[in-house]
C-alpha cells in the first residue's frame, strides 16, 4: 500500500483504498501527483479527500471536455497534481443511469450516461412509506442497480406512519427476490442496527430513492447527530420534502461511507446489463419455456409466462411492468446501434473524401 505517510496516505484504507487502486497509482507518469477521493461534486469543484484533509479542486480541461480520461464523479478515486485533478482512476463499479428528461420520449434518445457514483459496495434503494411508496418503482430501482452489476438493499422509511408497516415488508419481498429488506421508523433505534453491517470500514454505500424519501433523515440517524439538512414532512401531501441539492460522500464514525444523493424524478435506463432477468427471475425461468423463442409474452400460444398469469402465480401488474422495461430497453439497444452505425458511415465517408481530395492533387 501507499508508503507517503507524511500527506497522511496511509489512512487512505479507512476511504476503500486497496490493491485495485494502489496498482493503478504505481503506474502514474509524475511523481507529484497524489491520491484523493471525491467525496463533494459542487458546479465547477469537487471536495477531495487526502486521507488527512479535505480541500477544494477543479478537474482538468482535457478531462472536462472529456478529450481524455473519464470525469470525476463521487466516490471516484482521482490523482490530483496542485489544486487540479490530472486522472480519474479505473472505476471498480459505477451506478448509471439515463440522462434526465428523455425517458418516455421516442425521439430523444437518452444517449449520455450520468454516472451517479462509482466504487460502490452496496445500494439502498430508499422509500418511504407515505405517499412515496410505489412497487413498481422499486421494481425500476432494482432494475437499474442489476443493470450496473450491484447488490441492492431496500429501506422502508417512516414505518411510524402506518399501525401494520409489515404489510409492506411482505409486498416488497413478494417483488425483490433474495434482497434483503429492512424496515426503520423515528421511534424505534433498533431499526438501525442491521444497517450497521454495510458500514464496515473501507466500504461505501449510496442510496437512491425519490426526492423527501428520507435519505438525508437515514444518514443523520446513523451518524448519530445531523450532518445533512432535512425538512419535516408535508401536512398538506404527506410527504417529505426534497432537502438534498449536491451529491456528498459521509464518513460514518464506525468507518463505512455513506453516499447522500438528491431525489431521483426519472429512473430512466443506460444500458442492458442483463439486469431484468435479476429482477423478474420468475418471468425468466418461464420465457425458456416458452413455444417460440421471440415469444412477447402477449398473444403467442404455448407461451408459459402467460399460464403462469392464468394460474395466479405471476400477477399481470408485475408481468406489464417487466414488458414495459424491456421495450424501453430493447429501443435504447436499437438507438445505439443506429448510433454506432452511423458514426461508422461518417467515417468511412470522411475517409472516402480524403481519397478522392488525394486523387485530385495528382
Not at 484523493?36 to 482538468?60: D, M, P, S, T
Not at 454516472?115 to 430501482?141: C, H, P
Not at 401531501?237 to 444523493?261: A, E, Y
Request: net charge positive.
Amino acid at each position: 500500500m501507499i508508503e507517503k505517510t507524511d500527506n497522511g496516505f496511509t489512512s487512505l484504507s479507512v476511504l476503500g483504498w486497496d490493491s485495485h487502486f494502489q496498482m493503478h497509482y504505481k503506474t502514474a507518469p509524475d511523481s507529484r501527483v497524489f491520491p484523493a477521493k471525491v467525496v463533494g461534486v459542487h458546479k465547477n469543484y469537487f471536495l477531495i479527500h487526502q486521507g488527512n484533509k479535505e480541500i477544494l479542486v477543479r478537474a482538468a480541461g482535457k478531462l472536462t471536455h472529456k478529450k481524455e480520461g473519464l470525469f470525476p464523479v463521487i466516490g471516484d478515486w482521482v490523482l490530483v497534481d496542485g489544486m487540479v485533478i490530472s486522472r480519474v482512476l479505473p472505476r471498480k463499479n459505477a451506478l448509471s443511469r439515463g440522462a434526465a428528461g428523455t425517458r418516455g420520449k421516442q425521439g430523444l434518445h437518452p444517449n449520455k450516461e450520468q454516472v451517479i457514483a462509482a466504487n460502490i459496495d452496496t445500494v439502498f434503494i430508499v422509500s418511504g412509506l407515505d405517499r412515496d411508496f410505489n412497487i413498481r418503482r422499486i421494481e425500476r430501482y432494482l432494475t437499474l442497480v442489476y443493470n450496473s452489476g450491484l447488490h441492492p438493499v431496500i429501506i422502508l422509511t417512516k414505518a411510524d406512519l402506518h399501525r401494520e408497516p409489515d404489510r409492506f415488508v411482505h409486498e416488497v419481498e413478494g417483488v425483490a427476490f433474495g434482497v434483503p429488506v429492512h424496515m426503520v421508523s423515528a421511534d424505534d433505534p433498533g431499526g438501525l442496527v442491521p444497517l450497521d453491517a454495510y458500514l464496515s470500514q473501507g466500504q461505501t454505500v449510496t442510496m437512491i430513492g425519490s426526492s423527501g424519501a428520507g435519505k438525508s433523515t437515514l444518514v443523520n440517524r446513523l451518524y448519530g447527530k445531523t450532518v445533512q439538512a432535512t425538512n419535516a414532512v408535508s401536512g398538506a401531501v404527506g410527504k417529505g420534502q426534497h432537502t438534498t441539492t449536491n451529491r456528498s460522500l459521509i464518513l460514518m464514525p464506525r468507518g463505512g461511507m455513506v453516499i447522500d444523493n438528491p431525489g431521483i424524478r426519472e429512473i430512466g435506463f443506460w444500458d442492458d446489463g442483463g439486469g431484468l432477468d435479476v429482477a423478474f427471475p420468475e418471468i425468466e425461468e418461464r420465457s425458456g419455456m416458452c413455444r417460440f423463442n421471440d415469444c412477447t409474452h402477449t398473444h403467442e400460444p404455448g407461451c408459459r409466462v402467460r399460464e403462469g398469469v392464468a394460474a395466479g402465480e405471476i400477477m399481470q401488474d408485475r408481468l406489464d411492468s417487466y414488458l414495459k422495461m424491456k421495450r424501453e430497453l430493447a429501443y435504447l439497444s436499437d438507438r445505439r446501434e443506429k448510433s454506432a452505425d452511423r458514426i461508422e458511415k461518417e467515417r468511412w465517408k470522411e475517409v472516402a473524401l480524403k481519397v478522392k481530395a488525394m486523387k485530385k492533387r495528382r
